[in-house]
Every structure is written in C-alpha cells, then in structure tokens.
C-alpha cells in the first residue's frame, strides 16, 4: 500500500507508514486510486480529443478542397460563357428568334409606324445643329394583301409644327395626295405593285435563316475576338461592361465567307428555299454562292458588343471601320425604340428611331375625288404647292432659323444653289 502523504511503499496489512510515521487505512486506498484513475481517464480523454482533432482537420481539407474544385470548376463555366465568341452566338441567336417572331404565316395584312428624328453634333456650329435636330419624320401605313392595296401616311414636323403632310395610296392606280398643298390626288401615270403583294414564304425564309445563321456561328474562330471592360453611360449613370469585339482583317473575312460559302453549297434545304424565295433554279443560287467577293482593299472592321457585366444582355453595338464608327443602342427614353449614330471626322448623325409591326390591322383607304394625271399638272399648279409650303407653319419656322443662321431664306439660298449648278453645268458642257 503506498502512503498518500509521503508515496512510500507499504504492506497491505500495515497500519502506519514505515517512512512518515502516518496512519494508513482503506479510504487513502482507495482515494489514492481514485486520483490515479482519474489521471488515467484524463490522459485517456486528451488522447482521444486528440485523435478527434486530428480527424475534424483531415475533414475540414477535404471539404474545403471540394469546394473549392467545385468553385473553381463553376468560375471556369461562368467565363467560358462570357468569352467573346459565345457572346456573339448568343447575341445572333437571339437576333435571329426575334426575327422569327416577327414573321407570321397568316395574316392578312401588314401595318408599319415608323419615327425618325435626327441629333447632329460635331459641326462646330450650334444654330446648324438646331435646326437639323428639330424635325421629326414620321411614317404610318400598310398593305392589305387580299384586298391588293396600299396606303402610307408620311408627315414631315418641324419643332413639332406641321411641313409636309401626304399619303401614297394604290388601289389598281398609285395616287399621291399632298393633303395641306393640293387639293386634288395626283395620279401616277405608271405603276406596278404586283410584287408587293407576295407574301413571304415562311417555312422557306425560316430555313434559310436557320441555315445561316448556325452556319455563321460555327465559323467564329477564339482568335478572331478580343474581350475588354469598358465604362460607358447607361440610363444616365456610368457602368462597367463587357466589351466582345470580332475583328474581320480581310484574313478573318475570307475565312468565315470560304467556311459559310462551302456549308451553305453543301445543304440542300437552303437551296430549294433560297431558290423558293428570289425566284430562281438552284443552280443559279449555288452560282451566286460561288461568286467570291474581292479582299484587294478590305479594310477592316470592328464589331464591338457591349453587354453588362454579369449577365450577357446586350447594352449597345458598335461597328468602326477606319475613321466612321455606327452605333446601335436601345432608346433610354422609349423600350421599343433605338438610337442609330454615325460618327465621321468628328461630326456624329444620329437617330431616335421607333418602329412596330401590326399584323392583321384594318387598313383604310382614303376617298379619290377628282384626281389629276401627273403629266397634267400645270406651272401654275405647282406655283401653288410651293405657296401653300411656304405657307405651313412648320415652314415658316424653319425659314425663320434659317435666316437667323444664314441672314438668306430658304428660296434665297435654294435660288443660289440651282443658278451655281446651272453654272457649273455650262462650264462642264463647254
């Protein structure tokens, strides 16, 4: 037995220990192993948390390089799916889907709206700007293709005053009616609009869309594309893009055109619909598939996409081919609208154009009273036109810019330009 005071080894059966003289009885026994069982236990559990650690930590990689695979594997999809080339795809398929939506089978007529107003920058002088930027076209109208007739309504404003009103209809003769300068339908003396009555071949057009455009797409190249960021104004605010941009050098050109060409030839549905749609026996449309087109002085050109950063909705395109770039965005100010601009040695033309299809739309023709044959339209009749121009409001307020900014009317300097032509039409004849 060993003493709980000192530690000395004892007899079993001795009373006090032999070292420090101490009492020895049953309870320092077993208190004794009781501290030497506890110990036990300890060591035993701190072996154990041990072990336990060391296990939690050989899962802990294990779960941390999983998610890691799985993130890296996932970033690999996400920028696979933005790389350039997939961006263009994605960006023609969509093109070509809404093309589709725009072509019905059965109707039994077309509406059109269409609007135009211009934005001129760049010219170094504001008052010419003005006056360019303050009209407005608009164009509204159909075909009816049961009935075989046509009318349009084409209305020219000036700062939102009215310049030339008039309507182009044709049922069995074309008639122009200039509503607010004549007050009688002119009639053409020739006119054929059989050919506007065709109506498109879906199943054929959907064909050779189709063909195309899968052709298209498979012959982009990874190095025919750049990627980029760049920061550009959306809905008045800056933001960051993604810019896809597919150079076509005349090497890159002739590629695509070689490899849509030899695809094209090779398939026989794009032929027979080709041939369906522009009137014409296959092997014309194969001759003109072979026509090769000249690379000598192909300059190239840049096709830029810009889409948001996260996803790939396209923000804007444009197109740059040595010093003119074209540019294509949606209108902020209208969904259903778009702004096309070219920008050229500074100066940039640009358009809010807004447009939509109607199919099936009741077209109404206008009453023909007492038409007029054009070749019997008289000098004095068409003085008159020219007065009621002058006359509109839209006119009076343009020939007031253009005095301001020139210190000559309209008819001034339209006086001045025909005698200069004449001018320079007898010096030449000479």
């Given at each position: 037995?060993k003493?709980?005071?000192?530690g000395?080894?004892?007899?079993d ?8 003289g ?10 004794f192993y009781?501290?030497?069982d506890i110990e ?10 041990n072990?336990?650690?060391?296990k939690?930590?050989?899962?802990s ?7 890691l695979?799985?993130l ?14 997939n961006?263009?795809k994605?960006?023609?398929?969509e093109?070509y889907?809404a ?9 039994d ?20 700007e003005d ?9 509204a109208g159909?075909v009816?293709?049961?009935?075989k007739?046509?009318l349009?309504?084409?209305v ?10 008039a ?13 607010n300068?004549y007050?009688?339908?002119?009639m053409a ?11 498109v ?6 064909t050779?869309l189709?063909s ?11 190095n025919y594309?750049?990627s ?5 104004m ?12 597919l150079?076509?050098?005349e090497?890159?050109?002739k590629?695509?055109?070689d490899?849509?060409t030899k695809?094209?030839?090779a398939?026989?549905?794009?032929i027979?619909?080709?041939?369906s749609?522009?009137g014409?026996d296959k092997d014309q449309?194969?001759?003109s598939?072979n026509e090769?087109?000249?690379?000598e002085?192909?300059k190239t050109?840049k096709?830029k ?6 996803n790939?909705d ?7 081919s040595?010093d003119v770039?074209?540019?294509?965005k949606?209108s ?12 050229s040695g500074?100066i ?20 023909v009273?007492?038409p007029?044959?054009?070749e019997?339209l ?6 008159q036109i020219l007065i009621n121009?002058?006359?509109?409001e839209?006119?009076k ?5 253009v005095?301001?900014?020139?210190t000559?009317s ?5 006086a ?5 032509d004449s ?8």
């Open positions: 037995m003493c709980v005071f000192c000395a080894d004892n007899l059966n001795a009373k006090f220990c032999a070292n420090c101490k009492e020895l009885n049953s309870n320092q026994k077993l208190e009781e501290k030497e036990e236990l300890k060591n035993q559990k701190h072996e154990n948390t072990k336990k650690s060391k939690r930590l050989i899962i990689l294990c779960i941390t390089f999983s998610v695979f799985v890296g594997a996932a970033l690999t999809f996400v920028l696979s799916r933005f790389s350039p080339k961006v263009f994605q960006v023609v398929n093109s889907k093309s589709l939506s725009e072509i019905k089978g059965d109707y007529s077309i509406y059109l709206s269409l609007s135009l107003s211009p934005l001129v920058k760049g010219t170094g002088s504001k008052q010419f006056i360019f930027n303050k009209f407005e076209i608009k164009l159909g009816d293709y049961n009935k007739t046509v349009y309504n084409f020219t404003n000036y700062n939102d005053k009215e310049f030339v009103n309507y182009f209809q044709y049922d069995k003769e074309f008639y122009i009616m200039l509503n300068l007050d009688r339908p002119i003396e020739e006119s054929d609009f059989e050919d506007v009555f065709n109506k071949d879906v199943k054929s057009t959907k050779v189709s195309f455009v899968d052709a298209f797409n498979d012959s982009l190249q990874n594309f750049e980029g960021k760049e920061t550009i959306l809905n008045n605010k800056k933001v960051k893009a993604r810019v896809s941009t150079i076509l050098n090497k890159n050109a590629e695509m055109e490899y849509i695809r094209l030839l398939n026989d549905d794009f027979n619909a080709y041939a749609i522009a014409e449309v194969k001759a598939l090769n087109a000249s690379y002085d192909f050109l096709i996409l810009y889409t948001s950063m996260w790939k396209l923000i804007k395109v444009k197109i740059i040595d770039t074209v540019e294509i949606q902020t100010e209208n969904k259903d609208g778009y702004v096309i601009s070219v920008k500074g940039t033309m640009a358009f809010n154009m807004k447009y939509e299809y109607v199919y099936n739309k009741k077209i109404d023709l206008k009453d009273n007492n007029i044959n054009s019997e008289t000098s004095d009749a068409l003085n121009l002058k006359n509109q839209g006119y307020l343009l020939d007031f810019d005095k301001d900014a020139t000559m309209i008819e001034e300097l339209l001045m330009f025909f005698m200069n001018n320079a039409s007898d010096t030449y004849s000479y």
